[in-house]
């Protein structure tokens, strides 16, 4: 039987997981300082995404911005993805959320 190669892992980059994490719990915390509508309607939002990532890729924890969303650390050994595709990336989603209170 042939030895399959090592997949290679996708780029541990700690700068943007660092940045998307900021970001995220910016997010958080305007929406917190803005009423508790406006923050159970973001938890409800940030709560749904992720759920919606579980049904769709049943490796979601193999990708690393999923860690980030959840909030749950990332071992660069167990992730081989870094982003989900399209309009379920991560990236996009912290991206979008306001992370500062309108005036």
């Excluded at 660092?18 to 923050?39: C, F, H, P, Q, T």
Aim: proline share 6%; hydrophobic share 30%; aromatic share 10%.
């Amino acid at each position: 039987m042939e030895k399959q190669p090592k997949q290679e892992l996708a780029p541990f980059n700690e700068e943007k997981i660092a940045e998307l994490s900021e970001k995220l719990e910016s997010a958080r915390a305007v929406a917190k300082n803005s009423g508790r509508d406006k923050y159970v309607n973001f938890i409800k939002k940030w709560s749904e995404f992720g759920d919606n990532l579980r049904r769709n890729y049943p490796d979601c924890q193999g990708y690393r911005l999923f860690h980030v969303l959840s909030g749950s650390s990332v071992d660069e050994n167990q992730c081989d993805k870094f982003d989900f595709p399209d309009e379920d990336s991560v990236e996009k989603f912290i991206n979008e959320l306001p992370t500062q209170s309108p005036e």
